[in-house]
Each structure stands twice: as C-alpha cells, then as structure tokens.
C-alpha cells in the first residue's frame, strides 16, 4: 500500500481559511459504507441519523495557546516554539523555528523574561526539542498571557475569535491542534440531540500537530505514529458498553475519538476505565472493535487521517466522496465541512 494511493488535487480556493459565521451552518456529507452513495445535506440534519439509545463519543481536550514567540539568549532573532506535549516536571516536546538557534543548551525567554526556558536535547529523527521551561505562577496563565492558537499552515487569514478553533464542549487543556470534526456542533444542536434520547459521552485526546502531517514515506506500514495521551473515565465506559449491549449505534466525532475507542476497546468491543498513550495507526486492512459510525472534516491528502477514513469506508468511497465534494465546492480542513461515514 502506497502514500500516493492517497492523494488527491484540491482547488485552493476550496481551503476554508475562516469559520462560518454560524457552527451547524456547514455542510455534511452522507457517505453509505453499504453501497457508497453519497447524499448531501447541511449538518443540522445529523440528528436525523441518530436515534434514541445512540452515544455521540467527542473528544473534550481543549486547545492551549502553544504558540510562544521569543529569543534566544544574546541574540536577536525572533524565535517560535510550538508546545506539543506535556512530558512532565517543567519539560513539553516543541516545534522550533529556527531550529538552527535551537540547538541543546539555548536558553530562550518570552515575555521579557516572565517565562523562560531551556533546549535540554534535540530528536534526531523529528528534529522536536525537549524544552525545559522556567517561571512563578500557573503554566496554563502565563501560555494565556503570552501565547497565541497554532493554526494550521493553511490557515493564512487571522482568527479573531480564538473560541472558534475551540469545541462548545472542550474541557481539558493539553491539544496542540482542535478536534475540528467536532467544531460545527453548537450547545443548541446537542441540547435537541440529548432531547432525541441520544446519549452525550466524552473522552480525551490531547491532539499532536503530528497527525496533519503527511505521510513521508512510501510504503504506509513504514510509517511511525506518534504518541498522544488519551483519558476515559468510568461513567464514559460504562455508558458506551450499555450501548452496545442493547444493540445501539456509536457514533465517533472525529479521528481522535475514534483512534481512543480503538485504542481502548477490546477484541469484543468493550471498554473500560483508563489513561495512557496511544500511537495507534488505523489504514486499510484495520479490524474496527468498536465504533459503528463517524463524523469527520475533509483532510489533507496522503495523511494518516485520509488513511484511517478509508479503512473505515473503502479507498475507493472516500476518493469518489472526496471528488463529488469537490465538484460541490464543499469547504475542506479545519474550518471546512462535515462529512458522515455511515
């Protein structure tokens, strides 16, 4: 299986560069796995796929500010390091640029000092730093203070609101980058999903910038996922194997949710309480355990994400879907439509 079998050309003007004004007023795509008929709607009628019993998993992680613009000691040039996870005791794994001004043993510092920090080593392979960081006070505040939303490279235009690359539900800090699947749902849509008898259930990924990534090796099996931190708690567990017991429809709100449930299922498709670190890598030939339906964005060719949307259809389906999307000028990424595997 090759990384080219996943590639597609996509007009530029087709990347969303802003949200809608309104959240539920993107578009969805309906994709049958049955037969591979496509039918396209708006996403408030996602309800209408959903019936009393179902659990709606969403992934609650929510995107910190990780983007720090500094300098590193005695010297000029502006630095950028992106935060990417949280190893513990002071030190998170970054993105730096550039990384020449990065090497082990800088010294960097933001804020004219209020936060400061340290390059402890440097991974060979990625080129990610491990950065140990110096200040008073609460981590989280001064990242609110002194930090900024890293939005994809895509994504050209400035974001006003930076609620908007937020979930209405997010909860816990610690992503890099916003499950987007889950950002066209408004606090109104899900009140009248709860209404329809159909059951709210959360757990956590802390997203990576990682999975945007594309694939750069040829052969997919070569490919070396990185690991994201996932939580579920007990209530979570419990509810999604009720739902299954009594022969109802899970529906995963994006990859992330999804990659925890099969993180996390076992071969019978059950649950339980649990934390931990996941580099799963879900392509073609992938046995799903567990989730029965999944809500998605449109994403970037030859990524992991096109990869585990076409274990779970076919390539076929998703490259037919993607090309009827485009002819319909349906907004892609980030800030793009929705699409439904069903």
Avoid at 53 to 78: C, H, K, Q, W, Y
Avoid at 90 to 114: I, N, Q
Avoid at 244 to 252: D, I, N
Avoid at 328 to 334: A, D, L
Wanted: proline share 4%.
């Amino acid at each position: 299986m090759k990384t080219s079998d996943f590639n597609f050309d996509l007009p530029e003007r087709l990347i969303a560069q802003h949200p809608l004004e309104k959240r539920d007023a993107s578009r969805l795509l309906v994709l049958n796995r049955a037969d591979g008929r496509v039918q396209h709607h708006h996403f408030t009628e996602l309800i209408d796929y959903l019936q009393p019993g179902d659990t709606l998993v969403m992934n609650n992680s929510r995107v910190i500010p990780a983007r720090l613009m500094g300098s590193a000691e005695g010297r000029t040039t502006p630095i950028e390091v992106v935060l990417l996870t949280d190893k513990g005791d002071g030190v998170w794994e970054c993105l730096t640029r550039p990384g020449k001004k990065t090497r082990e043993g800088v010294r960097l510092s933001f804020g004219d000092g209020l936060l400061t920090a340290e390059v402890e080593s440097v991974d060979p392979e990625s080129g990610n730093r491990m950065i140990r960081f110096h200040y008073e006070g609460v981590f989280l505040e001064l990242l609110e203070k002194l930090g900024t939303m890293p939005l994809p490279p895509y994504i050209k235009e400035k974001l006003d609101d930076q609620e908007r690359y937020q979930t209405v539900y997010s909860k816990t800090p610690g992503s890099a980058a916003a499950p987007t699947a889950g950002l066209h749902f408004t606090k109104e849509l899900l009140a009248r999903i709860a209404e329809k008898g159909v059951n709210l259930a959360y757990v956590t990924l802390h997203v990576g910038l990682g999975t945007f990534r594309p694939v750069k090796v040829e052969d997919v099996t070569a490919h070396k996922m990185h690991s994201e931190y996932y939580i579920m708690d007990e209530d979570t567990a419990a509810l999604i194997n009720r739902t299954k017991e009594q022969g109802h429809q899970v529906f995963a709100v994006g990859t992330t949710a999804c990659r925890t449930l099969e993180t996390i299922a076992d071969d019978n498709g059950r649950v339980r309480a649990q934390s931990g670190w996941t580099d799963i890598f879900i392509y073609p030939g992938y046995r799903f355990k567990l989730i029965d339906h999944l809500i998605t964005n449109f994403h970037l060719p030859e990524s992991t994400l096109m990869m585990l949307v076409s274990a779970f259809a076919s390539r076929d389906m998703i490259m037919d879907a993607y090309h009827q999307a485009i002819e319909q000028e349906y907004r892609f990424f980030s800030f793009g439509d929705s699409m439904l595997i069903y």
